[in-house]
């Protein structure tokens, strides 16, 4: 699964370049703030990797709702590629979608 071009960006951790993207529009649930936002990274030169799909603990920041939700930062992104792979992600690997679940302490709407 590769990442599309248009809105994705680019950063650096320890000397290797990824590739993460979040929706620009929240799918339904996260929409109304019952699941939380997640946003997805690849290896930039190899992208037949296996991509890695981080789940945050914070509302989309475009939900319909207008609950407070802080933008994903590039240092979120960063934090989550370390931990991924000391987690076991290898992004230059073929296969599934590798998930990373930081959703503790997120609380969906009612």
């Given at each position: 699964?590769?990442?599309?071009?248009?809105?994705?960006?680019?950063?650096?951790?320890?000397?290797?370049?990824?590739?993460?993207?979040?929706?620009?529009?929240p799918t339904?649930?996260?929409?109304?703030?019952?699941?939380?936002?997640?946003?997805?990274v690849e290896?930039?030169?190899?992208?037949?990797?296996?991509?890695?799909?981080?789940?945050?603990?914070?509302?989309?920041?475009?939900?319909?709702?207008?609950?407070?939700?802080?933008?994903?930062?590039?240092?979120?992104?960063?934090?989550?590629?370390?931990?991924?792979h000391r987690?076991?992600?290898?992004?230059?690997?073929?296969?599934?979608?590798?998930?990373?679940?930081?959703?503790?302490?997120?609380?969906?709407?009612?």
């Open positions: 699964m590769a990442l599309g071009g248009k809105g994705s960006r680019r950063i650096v951790v320890d000397s290797t370049a990824y590739r993460w993207r979040l929706r620009c529009r339904y649930f996260q929409g109304l703030c019952w699941t939380p936002c997640s946003f997805a290896h930039a030169v190899d992208a037949v990797g296996t991509t890695l799909v981080v789940t945050t603990n914070q509302p989309h920041a475009s939900n319909w709702i207008g609950r407070e939700a802080p933008p994903v930062l590039p240092s979120d992104v960063a934090q989550a590629i370390e931990r991924a987690e076991g992600w290898s992004p230059t690997a073929p296969g599934s979608p590798f998930h990373l679940d930081l959703s503790a302490g997120f609380t969906p709407s009612p």
